[in-house]
């Protein structure tokens, strides 16, 4: 069963930064999509960021570009997300997310769930 634990969020001040980490875990996820979404309060779930663990390629949301970075650590199967230059809107629950084969911005694409982990930048 695959599994997926985010880690790493947190109170920040505007402008400051975090490091979101996903340890992926169950199955192999090579040929799979990791993607990070968010959701604030009263708000639909939005895609933020999304790499294909093969090959590498990104995708930004054009909200997050320039400020935010996704990684990913093969020996370690784990996905990170870099965000600089924080911004009260930024913040939500950020989740990770995998999808096997393809890239996809909608949330309903993606099979695997994280938990969840808060990030609240304040102004």
């Known amino acids: 069963q695959a599994r997926l634990v985010e880690s790493g969020g947190g109170l920040v001040q505007a402008g400051g930064s975090l490091r979101l980490s996903c340890a992926a875990s169950g199955r192999t996820f090579s040929s799979y999509t990791m993607a990070w979404f968010r959701q604030a309060p009263g708000k639909e779930r939005q895609f933020v960021t999304a790499?294909?663990?093969?090959?590498?390629?990104?995708y930004y949301a054009d909200s997050v570009k320039g400020r935010f970075t996704i990684s990913r650590d093969n020996a370690k199967t784990t996905v990170y997300l870099q965000m600089n230059s924080l911004k009260p809107e930024d913040t939500a629950v950020y989740y990770c997310?995998?999808?096997?084969?393809?890239?996809?911005?909608?949330?309903?694409?993606?099979?695997?769930w994280g938990q969840g982990t808060q990030v609240t930048v304040s102004s």
């Open positions: 790499i294909t663990w093969s090959t590498g390629i990104t």
């Open positions: 997310a995998a999808k096997y084969s393809g890239s996809s911005s909608s949330p309903q694409d993606y099979n695997y």
